[in-house]
């Protein structure tokens, strides 16, 4: 289920890029375990294609 707090996330992100895009940029600023949870529920609504969830954690990584 979408927290409120994830809701707010996407509000964020929507309309300015591909998916992909949007979640790298936003772990410069959002919660990392809030984004990646918002992220595997896009890949499971959406399939593969949708966010490269390695990508997305290696970010997460050099960001910490």
Do not use: P
């Amino acid at each position: 289920m979408i927290s409120e707090e994830m809701y707010e996330v996407m509000m964020h992100m929507i309309g300015y890029a591909s998916l992909d895009t949007v979640f790298i940029d936003a772990a410069h600023s959002c919660d990392h375990e809030l984004l990646l949870e918002l992220a595997e529920a896009c890949v499971e609504r959406w399939g593969e294609g949708a966010i490269n969830i390695k990508q997305l954690m290696k970010n997460m990584e050099m960001i910490e």
